[in-house]
């Protein structure tokens, strides 16, 4: 095991009492993807300018200065803007082509010491749940490599995965920090939609986006959320013992894949033996208000906030250049039409803004009525799909939607703006099983202890073994 394996806290211990060197992490970082160059990770990655960044971070530690992050190699998705490196957003017409300035969550990660390793992989434009990406090639899952990583983050769930950094930024509209997480085996927070400042990431709807953390612990999502979002604490861990987690069967446990079902049921059952006090909850009106605001919010605002994303940021191509270059098939059959003919009417759309509303309040009136603290589920419904399972995936016997299928149930807290974590709980048929808390908007800080709480409760679950 490499100083790189460990959670944050312990690396920031290493370096800050001169046992470690951030030259150290990069050199591993630089060999591990070396090592792990099939799964096809990174989009971007340099490795004399990440030892620079060591090494200038290196002379800072001797001086004297600490800062949380400092010394610490974190990736970024290929739709956040960083000085110096290309931001491509997965596709053919800003590919390879560099921003002006730094994504204010860059800035932020820059402030507090972090070094950027580069970029990783996505799903083009974000539309998408399996990095199956015709512009920069497919990611591939580090546990089983003919399989997907999930998305539309998935490059930062497979480096993250991999182990060849110790942390990475996604982001989620419908799950895809979260979903990649699950099926990489490792910890995921959506934040609540706002508190990570946007600017600087290239969009698909503003009312659905944005971008969280991807790490070994949800401890480590904790310490870089509060980087991100200048969160204090009050400094109490949680006791699980006598709280109330609500356990919405439908659909949430419904129609899993038999053995990550199991895997589920026994962490359910940890957090029974850890005092949690788990309450069956109904919210039948759910899966209808889900549809009615999924798609309308996010193809109405791709079309608006990307226009004004590549006008504002100064991208040098227009929206129209954007769609005319896609090239994965899944995402040109999404956006294709998008501007001949085939977008959102604006009725349409008003009305899913008003369907967001209504499943706010019964989001609220289920935490509040049944009073729980946070619901809890599996991640997905089934593990990793096999790379080019871009259409339909099977569960149970029956062909899906792959989108639909894996999105199932991190998507209706997104449409919220919930914030949720994932855990990973242990392995299916030798794949990573993640499982799921949402909590109440702007309860990102008490879930994220929760979670913790959560994590240490239940048995650690399977490390990636890395090939360097």
């Not at 792990?36 to 200038?56: G, K, P, T, Y």
């Not at 699980?240 to 129609?255: A, E, I, N, Q, T």
């Not at 709980?425 to 979670?451: F, K, T, Y």
Request: proline share 6%.
């Amino acid at each position: 095991m490499h100083a790189i394996d460990l959670p944050l806290a312990a690396i920031r211990k290493l370096l800050d009492g001169g046992t470690l060197t951030s030259l150290d992490l990069a050199e591993a970082c630089i060999a591990r993807t070396q090592a792990n160059a099939n799964i096809n990770a990174w989009v971007s990655f340099d490795a004399d300018a990440l030892r620079e960044q060591a090494q200038e971070a290196d002379r800072r530690l001797a001086a004297g200065e600490r800062l949380p992050l400092l010394g610490i190699p974190i990736a970024l998705k290929d739709n956040i803007e960083a000085v110096g490196m290309p931001c491509g957003a997965g596709t053919g017409a800003l590919h390879r082509k560099s921003p002006n300035s730094d994504a204010e969550l860059v800035s932020k990660l820059k402030a507090a010491g972090a070094l950027i390793a580069g970029k990783v992989g996505m799903h083009e434009l974000a539309f998408g749940i399996t990095n199956n990406n015709a512009v920069t090639g497919s990611v591939r899952n580090p546990w089983d490599r003919s399989r997907i990583p999930g998305g539309s983050s998935g490059g930062s769930g497979a480096a993250v995965g991999a182990h060849l950094v110790p942390a990475a930024i996604g982001t989620d509209t419908g799950g895809s920090v979260r979903v990649p997480a699950s099926l990489c085996g490792v910890s995921g927070f959506r934040p609540t939609v706002g508190r990570v400042s946007g600017q600087g990431i290239a969009p698909i709807s503003v009312t659905r986006d944005t971008a969280g953390p991807l790490s070994y612990t949800v401890g480590d999502c904790a310490l870089i959320d509060a980087v991100l979002t200048g969160a204090q604490d009050s400094g109490s861990a949680v006791v699980l013992k006598g709280l109330r987690f609500g356990v919405p069967r439908v659909p949430f446990w419904s129609d899993l894949e038999p053995e990550l079902g199991r895997v589920a049921e026994s962490a359910l059952q940890g957090l029974r033996q850890a005092g949690v006090e788990l309450v069956e909850i109904d919210m039948p009106e759910l899966a209808d208000l889900n549809a009615s605001v999924s798609f309308p919010v996010a193809l109405y605002e791709f079309v608006r906030d990307m226009r004004e994303y590549l006008a504002s940021r100064g991208r040098g191509v227009t929206l129209e250049e954007v769609i005319a270059a896609v090239g994965s098939p899944d995402v040109r059959g999404a956006v294709g039409t998008l501007l001949t003919g085939g977008g959102i009417p604006e009725d349409v759309y008003k009305s899913a803004l008003q369907a967001r509303k209504r499943m706010q309040a019964l989001y609220q009136k289920t935490f509040e009525t049944n009073r729980v603290e946070a619901l809890v589920f599996p991640t997905t419904p089934r593990t990793a799909a096999l790379i080019g399972e871009d259409e339909t995936v099977e569960l149970n016997g029956a062909q899906l939607p792959t989108f639909g299928t894996f999105i199932r149930n991190t998507d209706p807290g997104s449409n919220a703006s919930l914030p949720g974590v994932t855990i990973p709980i242990g392995l299916a048929h030798g794949l990573p099983v993640g499982l799921a808390l949402d909590g109440p908007i702007n309860s990102d800080r008490r879930l994220l202890a929760i979670a913790e709480a959560v994590q240490s409760a239940l048995p650690p679950a399977p490390q990636f073994k890395t090939s360097n």
